[in-house]
């Protein structure tokens, strides 16, 4: 009741405390908006309005949050399936993202980056204001793309943004796909191992798109398929492992697009059953 009161001004100084350079107070103040979307869900639809004259504000903050830090990239080291990034994609299906209890316990106990948090968030945000958001993010978003080709810190945290919300802002971004499609294959031979993996993530979370449009056997189909193999075959083991989710996703929804290849595919799999191991075999299973 009293943050209610003093709502405007509350909001103000969370706002900047998302962009505090202390890491733990930004992670306090974005971890704030998990909380307020959980709060009395009676009370939900005037408290969530509330907050549509800040979404620009918010939405840019948790983009630059997304960023990857030294903690976030010893955190993603091989080992258990346990990444925003990948593994830990709790809405496969496009469903709103619930916090559990176990979440909150981790949230509490301090277990969350930044960047976990940060990506949660803007799911949230996608979800309940979809267009609007969209709208608010959308000349950051399109910036990032095209002006910092040289800051793979910020290219690969705004390739991230937006496959966190193909789900709450799909039909938006929809009409920028036949762009950031291509744009986000050609990611995929970044020389930067974080960006080839993000890259993989996001497309993956397209997959229906980009399979109702592209032609059987046409060139566009060739190149798709042939790029996210690449990055099967490739020598890091985190790209390895968000190539094989891609691709086995872009399998069970292609048909007949993926026949031409199958030889092609199949030889390359074999291939690779020697090479693979920990989390990577795993996937190339399911491949």
Known sequence: DIIMLNLAEVLRRVII????????????????????????????????????????????????????????????????????????????????????????????????????IAGRTLEKFSIHFGEELFISLQPKLMNNLTGTTNDWHQMEATILAFGIISQGCEDNVTAHLPQLIPFFINQLDSQNQHVRCITCWTLSRYTTWIVSNLQTNSQDSKIYISKVMERVMDTDQLVQEAACTCFSKFVMSAGPLIEPFIVEILQVIGQLFDKYTGNSLYNLYDV
């Open 17 to 116: 405390g998302m962009r505090n350079q202390d890491n733990a107070v930004a992670r306090s103040a974005s971890q704030f908006w998990i909380e307020y979307f959980i709060l009395d869900p009676e009370e939900s639809t005037d408290r969530i309005s509330i907050l549509r004259p800040y979404l620009q504000d918010i939405g840019n903050a948790l983009i630059d949050s997304l960023r990857l830090t030294q903690e976030d990239i010893l955190n993603l080291m091989p080992k258990e399936t346990a990444h925003l990034d990948k593994g830990d994609e709790t809405d496969e299906e496009g469903e709103d993202i619930q916090l559990q209890e176990d979440d909150k316990d981790a949230l509490e106990n301090g277990e969350y980056t930044l960047r976990k």
